[in-house]
């Protein structure tokens, strides 16, 4: 029987509830937004309903600021690509993935803007080293709510005081969103980005972003969005604006069922993974070799390192021999692999769901101290 340990990837179980709602929506394959019929008009209902308690959840500027993805990466390409100009500055930090790497890259060698990149001092991201990146022309900070390495949470409203006010605070919500608590208003967010599949409990396909007043967003993909029909120019409300194409129906309402769970949850599962994480590094401390490059979380992530064996080594024993699903490597985030002093092997990478605890904590320990004995 596997153990899947491997949710900072995607969530590996999805609650019946929604389970059912995925069901339910592949049972009724109506268009929400196309038609006037009563299938596709019942479909746009439960599409604005996602919205709206997306925006409540997280304490955002309105619904019409919602617009859905297909994941994380597709969101924060929105956010960064569909705001940054010419002559723009941005600022960044290495605990970043590359989904909001790339895209600055990307726009940095096409001579568009330039970013820096705050360092960890004393393994921790202050807000004092973002602050004193910031430039005249600095124009957005990118920072992760919770990084997927290390399970490391930034101090997003200290670095929002940290800021000039005029400087947009974009959010990576993949890891923290579900986890942690978020508050666009209260932490001073402009925009946040969702993976619907990892913390918020939805399945493959349900992204979003969340974004303020402040930000005005230019298009992507341009396309049909079943309003403005006669106009070939894309919109100019939201969300409208930034939704071409059919929205993944069966994907936003699983996500408008892992909200409401979350919403119900969030902390009571925050304490459960805290327990874990803490038990999994007492464990690691315990065992010869081994290395934990985390702090217990309430992300559920434990990434660690043998002192002779490669990680992906590490991962493929605990796969092939134990049944332990687990990812070893580089975890898309070659910047802190590097201040971690890791790089290029990077490292093992457990994360725990909020239904797993002690059974899987023994299996996990007991898998690695095989491996060490005979490393």
């Known amino acids: 029987m596997l153990i899947y340990l491997d949710h900072a990837a995607t969530g590996g179980s999805k609650a019946p509830s929604v389970q059912s709602a995925v069901l339910a929506a592949m049972r009724c394959c109506a268009n929400p937004g196309r038609s006037g019929h009563k299938l596709s008009l019942a479909a746009a209902e439960r599409v604005f309903a996602c919205r709206r308690l997306l925006s409540d959840l997280f304490e955002g500027s309105g619904y019409e600021r919602v617009v859905f993805t297909k994941n994380c990466t597709e969101a924060l390409n929105l956010a960064i690509l569909g705001t940054l100009r010419r002559g723009d500055h941005a600022v960044t930090t290495c605990l970043e993935h590359n989904s909001v790497l790339r895209p600055l890259e990307a726009l940095k060698r096409a001579g568009v803007i330039e970013y820096d990149v705050a360092p960890l001092v004393g393994g921790k991201l202050l807000p004092e080293s973002i602050a004193a990146l910031v430039k005249g022309n600095t124009r957005m900070a990118a920072v992760t709510s919770a990084s997927n390495v290390t399970g490391e949470t ?205 059974k899987e904590v023994k299996a996990l320990l007991a898998a690695l101290k095989e491996i060490a004995r005979h490393a």
Request: with cysteine; charged share 20%; net charge neutral.
């Open 154 to 358: 930034p101090p997003l409203a200290a670095i929002r005081r940290a800021l000039p006010e005029r400087v947009l605070l974009v959010v990576d919500g993949a890891q923290g969103a579900g986890h942690v608590g978020l508050s666009m208003k209260e932490q001073g967010i402009d925009a946040l980005a969702l993976a619907g599949h990892k913390g918020m409990g939805g399945i493959q396909g349900a992204g979003a972003l969340i974004f303020s007043e402040r930000m005005e967003i230019a298009p992507l993909l341009y396309g049909g969005t079943g309003s403005e029909s006669h106009d070939l120019n894309m919109p100019a409300f939201y969300p409208d604006r930034l939704e071409s194409g059919t929205l993944s129906y069966p994907a936003v309402c699983s996500l408008f069922e892992g909200a409401l769970l979350v919403k119900s949850r969030r902390e009571e599962w925050a304490k459960k993974l805290y327990k874990v994480t803490d038990a999994v590094l007492q464990g690691l401390k315990e065992l010869k070799g081994y290395i934990p490059c985390f702090a217990a979380n309430p992300c559920g992530i434990c990434a660690f390192r043998h002192e002779r064996l490669p990680s992906e080594t590490v991962a493929g024993e605990l796969s092939d021999r134990f049944g332990i699903c687990v990812r070893g490597g580089l975890h898309c985030a070659p910047l802190v692999h590097k201040a971690l002093g890791d790089f290029p092997d990077g490292l093992v990478r457990a994360s725990f769901a909020p239904e797993q605890g002690k």
